[in-house]
T-cell receptor, first 114, second 109 residues
Framework: DSGVTQTPKHLITATGQRVTLRCSPR?????VYWYQQSLDQGLQFLIQ???????AKGNILERFSAQQFPDLHSELNLSSLELGDSALYFC?????????????FGPGTRLLVL | DAKTTQPPSMDCAEGRAANLPCNHS???????VYWYRQIHSQGPQYIIH???NNETNEMASLIITEDRKSSTLILPHATLRDTAVYYC??????????FGGGTRVLVKP
């Protein structure tokens, strides 16, 4: 158990809908990362937040957005869903220290868009 | 962050050591070598990381060559539960993790 929690574990929805994925980082971690894993793309970095502020952006679609709240949990919002958005979504957390810092991953949310 | 090259797959006998190679010839001085593994569709699991020196923890050992252009992850006594995809990642502190294809390790009885 990494200490990172994600909800829900599974999500089934229809095209055009909007969903919210939630991540609670490990106690004391200030940084949260979101990754997407689809069958044909492997694990891809989406976005990083540090202490409530966006720090880095990867290949995140404009239909996707994220935020980190004062209690440090983070939410990833996916809107106007398409079939191709079906994937595993992982969040990871780290201390955010400028020196070596290890990312620990949650169990993921499996999203299926029908 | 520097790119890494890993063999796509390898088999290992249960109880034997598994040696997983990784090439990272363009690694920079401030970049660390990280190893993660992913068992089936679970979240990637951190194994070990290092900068220059060899490292060992309860899961594995990491051997980094003196020129830092390659490394080897050693699972000392592989078990069936070590069957997973192993990712070697090179990154500077604070950067995202860039996952490649990894090495699919199958531990056989």
């Amino acid at each position: 158990d990494s200490g990172v929690t994600q909800t829900p574990k599974h999500l089934i929805t229809a095209t055009g809908q909007r969903v919210t994925l939630r991540c609670s980082p490990r106690s004391g971690d200030l940084s949260v990362y979101w990754y997407q894993q689809s069958l044909d793309q492997g694990l891809q970095f989406l976005i990083q937040y540090y202490n409530g502020e966006e720090r880095a952006k990867g290949n995140i679609l404009e239909r996707f957005s994220a935020q980190q709240f004062p209690d440090l949990h983070s939410e990833l919002n996916l809107s106007s869903l398409e079939l191709g958005d079906s994937a595993l979504y992982f969040c990871a957390s780290s201390t955010g220290s400028p020196h070596q810092e290890t990312q620990y991953f949650g169990p993921g949310t499996r999203l299926l868009v029908l | 962050d520097a790119k890494t090259t890993q063999p796509p797959s390898m088999d290992c006998a249960e109880g034997r050591a598994a040696n997983l190679p990784c090439n990272h010839s363009t690694i920079s001085g401030n970049e660390y070598v990280y190893w993660y593994r992913q068992i089936h569709s679970q979240g990637p699991q951190y194994i070990i990381h290092g900068l220059k020196n060899n490292e060992t923890n309860e899961m594995a050992s990491l051997i980094i060559t003196e020129d830092r252009k390659s490394s080897t992850l050693i699972l000392p006594h592989a078990t069936l539960r070590d069957t997973a995809v192993y990712y070697c990642i090179v990154r500077a502190a604070g950067n995202k993790l860039t996952f490649g294809g990894g090495t699919r390790v199958l531990v056989k009885p």
